[in-house]
């Protein structure tokens, strides 16, 4: 090869030197701007990660070093309790441990000698113990990163819905969750900034936050700087080992967390290894699954269409979907196309639209009141698949995915109620309207039958 090279003419030569310092410059810059990216500079106000029944987690970043101090309590005026890290930094993350479950606790958030963040508003529920029946009541913004208008109407059209419907004894909502995409348009730490923190600080400051990693957040290296999440089982479920997928427990509820921009998703791969395994073990009444890329959609995106998203939807059907619904996961939650889309009960379409048959439908009730089996007699029992991702934009296409009957070009947001045996689902506009909903019912109700899907 160095013979051909010393041979060439010496104009070839130098272009051909010219061109490769030329790709080297240009990766090198992009290398640069990526890791450019990746920092940001200033004040973030405090968020709350991995929520357990007797631990949490505290983040937030100050524009100057000090060692961070969190004092917390029962009473707001008496915030008897304290942790300091040991060394000054401007990234802070706090652990709490030693909490009692289900337990409202207020906090304050500064250095030794200033509170930065106190007052009334700044608490938090630990989760309720693993497997108690309590109401619960969750927030699932999808693809929530773009700011502006849209993202402000849905948010405040939901937090409206939500003082107009209150729980007694109970906070507005108890966890907060995403479908990914919460920085456009390429995931830099500024656009987590003005894009996610920002306009969700006052909710993030109260309810966990639990986002699903999205494609845009994957464009660059600060999704997993940003956040916390259980490798090690801290909030329940088989320990993952890494930040990419994950489960965790609250009260009756066991979620799985799905990486579907950047894992492989091959049917052998560690993820669906592990999917299968953290499925088995769980004992919990509810299954949910949250992931980005849906197995069905004709929005923005064309789940028919294996070019779409590197075929990111074609395996998370083929390969994933099998999984879910042979443990008896009762709801997905996904995003990535800019609109709301929803199944019935259904299983066993692991195909493209083309191939649903009416045998997959498992309860197509006008009123969207489906029934399933009590947990561990529901395999293939039948999901609901519903695709979340209007919560800051909305998009074209042509909502016609025959397994999506119930589909919106709308903007909202979706709340999540379980309560008992029911799990009630609304998605709520930017106008405060409740555009759908549907429940589902776990008992041992009779002509509810378990089968497998056949060819």
């Not at 980005?292 to 075929?311: A, C, E, I, L, V």
Request: charged residues 20%.
């Amino acid at each position: 090869m160095n013979m051909v090279f010393k041979q060439l003419p010496r104009s070839v030569k130098w272009i051909g030197i010219f061109l490769l310092g030329f790709i080297v410059v240009l990766a090198s810059g992009r290398l640069i701007q990526k890791a450019l990216d990746s920092h940001f500079v200033g004040e973030r106000p405090p968020y709350l990660q991995m929520l357990a029944a007797d631990a949490i987690t505290l983040r937030w970043q100050s524009e100057k070093e000090y060692p961070g101090l969190v004092r917390y309590g029962l009473d707001p005026q008496k915030l008897d309790k304290h942790f300091q890290e040991s060394d000054a930094k401007s990234e802070h993350e706090i652990r709490l441990s030693g909490l009692n479950a289900n337990t409202r606790y207020y906090y304050s958030i500064g250095d030794q000698h200033t509170a930065y963040y106190k007052g009334s508003d700044f608490w938090f529920v630990t989760a309720p113990k693993p497997g108690d029946s309590v109401p619960v009541r969750f927030w699932v913004l999808g693809d929530p990163g773009y700011p502006g208008k849209v993202q402000n109407d849905v948010r405040d059209s939901m937090l409206d819905w939500l003082q107009k419907h209150t729980r007694k004894n109970k906070a507005y909502i108890d966890l907060l969750m995403t479908t990914g995409d919460n920085a456009y348009r390429s995931g830099s730490n500024s656009q987590f900034q003005d894009g996610f923190f920002m306009p969700y600080k006052n909710i993030l400051r109260n309810a966990a936050v639990w986002p699903a990693y999205g494609n845009h957040d994957a464009r660059r290296w600060v999704f997993f700087d940003l956040f916390t999440f259980p490798t090690q089982a801290e909030s329940g479920g088989v320990a993952s080992g890494t930040e990419h997928y994950y489960s965790f427990d609250y009260a009756n509820l066991h979620i799985v967390v799905l990486d579907t921009p950047a894992s492989d998703l091959d049917d052998d791969s560690e993820m669906l290894r592990w999917l299968k395994k953290d499925l088995k073990a769980t004992q919990q009444q509810w299954l949910i699954s949250l992931l980005h890329h849906p197995p069905y959609t004709k929005g923005t995106h064309n789940s028919d269409k294996q070019s779409d998203s590197g075929g990111r939807m074609f395996d998370v059907r083929e390969n994933v979907l099998p999984i879910l619904e042979q443990a008896g996961v009762d709801l997905v939650l996904s995003g990535h196309s800019h609109m709301y889309q929803r199944s019935p009960l259904i299983n066993c379409h692991y195909g493209k639209s083309t191939s649903l048959k009416q045998s997959m439908l498992r309860d197509t009730n006008d009123k969207s009141v489906y029934r399933k089996h009590s947990v561990g007699l529901a395999p293939y029992q039948g999901t609901v698949y519903a695709v979340v991702g209007s919560s800051s934009k909305v998009d074209q296409g042509p909502l016609n995915h025959p397994a999506l009957p119930y589909s919106l070009h709308e903007t909202g947001s979706l709340l999540v109620d379980v309560e008992a045996d029911t799990l009630t689902a609304r998605f709520i506009n930017a106008k405060g309207n409740v555009s759908d909903r549907f429940s589902i019912i776990k008992g041992t109700q009779q002509g509810v039958t378990t089968r497998f899907c056949v060819d």
